[in-house]
């Protein structure tokens, strides 16, 4: 990502373009930002239960900061900046597809 240094960081977004075999035991989808690597992770966002057709869930919006203050000049390079999907469902059975992820960073520049 190339944020100018000394950005404000507004909020991010991640959206999902993803689905399930079933929607029986409620499959979902969470994520969770890094800005170290992956030591540290923000705390989980999670999807709608995942219905059997390809759709895009968004989490986190372009005034959500998921808890943090972040720095524009570290916490944003390819280092540093970590997005970690994972899949939950109350049943071991479920298939889930992921088709793409994407990350919007809405800033404001200094």
């Known amino acids: 990502m190339s944020i100018p240094s000394g ?64 720095t524009a000049a570290n916490d944003f390079t390819n280092a540093n900046f970590r997005l970690r999907i994972t899949n939950i469902a109350s049943s071991t059975a479920r298939a889930f597809r992921l088709d793409w992820a994407a990350v919007r960073v809405t800033y404001t520049p200094p």
């Open 7 to 70: 950005s404000a960081i507004n909020g991010i977004e991640v959206r999902l373009d993803a689905w399930a075999d079933a929607t029986s035991g409620s499959p979902a989808m969470c994520a969770e930002l890094s800005w170290d690597g992956g030591a540290t992770w923000t705390a989980v966002k999670t999807t709608a239960t995942l219905g059997t057709a390809q759709a895009t869930f968004t989490l986190g919006a372009a005034s959500d900061s998921w808890g943090r203050t972040w």
